[in-house]
């Protein structure tokens, strides 16, 4: 007797979770997933952020591997073999001074690569922390911080790295690291502080102080580890800027110092001869890209992924 | 022996661009152990910011004005933020109106219930989860053992507020105040809650205080009810006293205002609502608050030109207003005026 199906339904609904909450034989059968598992399934749906990942991968597989493989002495200077155009023997050919660009490449996205990931540690843990201390604090404290920063804001990118490098007199690894991080970490700072101060008004925040977390707990139990899938996708966004900073930094020379190079540098050498020889600016450039592209791919995929909530586009 | 806890003029406002606003504004009560107080009222009279001043979780913009928390005799109000720390969650526990979001997400059931744990009582790793899954089978969640390491998504609303009151009851508090602890949840899940939060008040020992919006709650569970109109107590008595005789209009009208199934000739057809609406709290009136909305005001008693005392019109029943019901002659009742 199905009067209103709807009804019924709604009575079926009420007694099953009625059940559940006052008849206690029910268990915990139901077969569940993780956050994380989850998320790892939305992602390989995506085509564009898997394919991606495995260009990603590839690249970071070609700089590691192709120095140790290659025969080629990577400084030697052999003018018999210069402007070499790509051969089997030398896959990218050879630059001015006959070395070889497949292996040049690779060392140089080496340091591309390693700043960018470099670079990009130091500004989530700086940007973390400036954002988590000014968001969770509040108050005054949060508002000279954030007029500090929007003072930063007001300066411009490269003059920022250049004054940076500038003040240490030497342009090294670490150096180059310090001054783009010193130059970019103010937009995580600023999501960072959104974040605490929206999860900090969460209940269960409160809840943790009403029965006395002391707030070292509710920071560092509490509200951080909520911010980690915002944090996981930041880093696949900042890593683009850090490795571009740096290209730009090293194409107009300020980078590092030859013989070594970067993707920068590399295509700063091809610069003068893009007409005679367009390959020798075109290699580092497309590798360039192709980074900064996968990366920005894998860091949209990551943000479906990881809050389902805004999934309706895919 | 005195009671537990002792709220004296109790005044909590908040700084507003267009001035204070009066939230509470002189509430005193007294809680005795292992006793319920209700406190009742409407959204915004300041039921909730009465828990938060005792519990000293106001937000940054709120302010204690003047009063007194006398818990065990010594003043909450005074105590500096670290020994508050230290009452929190182990002499006073507080649950929340909405399960859902009250447990974090990113941390097991197990971690948040040894969590207080750890932090108040000195219980090692193993200790602390034996104890937690006690305490979850005291609060009827099956298969405690096993569910002690799933997240909070794999529980119902219903029994996240089990685990919420289990949180609270960990350490044994003396005092536990549920601030709308059903509200957010299925009316089938809120009987049951409420009959656990009674069962555990004997077996505990604590007082409590419930607070809610709705009569329904408090009557089964209050000893003792307070019931409150824009910052202040309107009416203080015991529950049967005040099922049974109401004195303050307003009283009156949120018992006018509920649904009865039980006997059809005491209400019949539309429920009473009460008209207007609870004055603006940072800029109050001299006369009674509850005066624009009372069928009974401009009767030259008063009340219009200032506000009543809370007096004991009976003993152990307060009650403020200038014109309780058992002193009304030949006035209209309250489904009378409104009509």
């Known amino acids: 007797m199905v009067l209103n199906p709807q009804n019924e339904e709604l009575r079926e609904l009420t007694v099953a979770r009625e059940r559940e909450d006052t008849t206690f034989e029910a268990g915990a059968a139901i077969a569940q997933t993780s956050l994380w598992r989850d998320a790892a399934r939305r992602f390989a749906h995506n085509r564009a952020a898997l394919i991606a990942l495995f260009a990603f991968v590839l690249m970071v597989l070609y700089v590691v591997i192709v120095p140790f493989v290659m025969p080629y002495d990577p400084n030697a200077v052999d003018f018999s073999i210069s402007y070499v155009n790509p051969t089997w023997a030398h896959p990218f050919g050879t630059d001015e001074f006959g070395r070889d660009l497949f292996l040049r490449t690779a060392l140089g996205g080496r340091i591309s690569i390693g700043i960018g990931f470099a670079g990009t540690v130091a500004i989530m843990v700086v940007g973390i922390l400036y954002g988590a201390i000014a968001g969770f604090v509040g108050g005054w404290l949060d508002n000279a911080m954030m007029r500090f920063l929007d003072a930063l804001y007001g300066l411009p990118y490269l003059p920022f790295a250049i004054i940076t490098l500038a003040i240490f007199g030497t342009v090294n690894f670490w150096t180059m690291v310090v001054a783009l991080t010193v130059a970019s970490w103010f937009t995580t700072a600023r999501v960072m502080r959104g974040q605490i101060i929206s999860l900090k008004e969460n209940d269960y925040v409160r809840a943790a102080r009403a029965v006395g977390a002391r707030w070292y707990r509710v920071l560092f139990r509490h509200l951080l580890p909520n911010t980690l899938g915002v944090v996981i996708v930041f880093v696949f966004l900042e890593l683009p800027g850090v490795v571009l900073g740096e290209a730009f930094l090293s194409f107009l020379g300020l980078g590092i110092n030859p013989p070594n190079a970067s993707w920068g540098s590399l295509a700063q050498d091809g610069y003068t001869q893009y007409l005679s020889h367009p390959y020798i600016i075109v290699i580092p450039s497309v590798a360039i890209a192709w980074l900064i592209l996968s990366a920005f791919f894998i860091a949209d995929g990551l943000r479906d992924a990881l809050d389902p909530r805004t999934q309706a586009a895919a | ?339």
């Open chain 2, 1 to 339: 022996m005195t009671a537990l806890l002792e709220v004296e003029d109790l005044r909590t406002y908040f700084s507003s661009r267009r001035g204070d606003v009066h939230a509470v504004d002189g509430v005193s009560f007294a809680v005795e152990r292992g006793k319920t107080l209700g406190i009742v009222g409407e959204s915004g009279c300041g039921k909730s910011v009465t828990a938060l001043s005792i519990m000293g979780l106001l937000a940054q913009n709120a302010r204690i004005v003047s009063g007194a928390v006398r818990f065990e005799d010594r003043d909450l109000t005074r105590l500096s933020d670290r020994e508050l720390e230290d009452i929190r969650g182990r002499q006073i526990a507080m649950i929340f109106q909405d399960p859902m979001t009250s447990l974090n997400p990113t941390l097991t059931i197990g971690l948040q219930l040894t969590e207080t744990m750890r932090r108040h009582l000195d219980l090692s790793r193993d200790e602390a989860r034996k104890r937690a899954i006690e305490l979850l089978e005291e609060v009827h969640i099956p298969n405690a053992r096993s569910r002690l390491d799933d997240y909070p998504h794999r529980y119902s609303g219903g029994m996240r507020q089990r685990v919420m009151i289990a949180i609270a009851l960990s350490c044994n508090p003396k005092l536990l105040i549920a601030d709308e602890p059903t509200t957010a949840l299925d009316v089938t899940v809120q009987a049951g809650i409420l009959d656990l939060l009674e069962e555990l008040r004997d077996q505990h020992d604590m007082s409590m205080i419930i607070i809610t919006h709705d009569m329904g709650v408090v009557a089964e569970s209050a000893d003792d009810i307070a019931v409150m109109y824009a910052g202040q107590i309107v009416e203080h008595t015991n529950a049967e006293e005040l099922f049974d005789h109401p004195e303050h209009p307003y009283t009156e009208a949120l018992l006018g205002a509920l649904p009865q199934l039980e006997d059809e000739t005491v209400r019949q057809g539309r429920l009473t609502a009460i008209p207007g609406r609870p004055p603006d709290l940072v800029d109050l009136p001299d006369s009674c608050r509850f005066a624009p909305r009372c069928p009974y005001a401009n009767r030259n008693d008063g009340c219009t030109a200032r506000t009543p005392e809370l007096r004991e019109l009976r003993p152990g029943h307060l009650v403020r207003t200038a014109h309780p019901a058992s002193e009304r002659q030949g006035a209209p009742s309250m489904a009378e005026a409104t009509r």
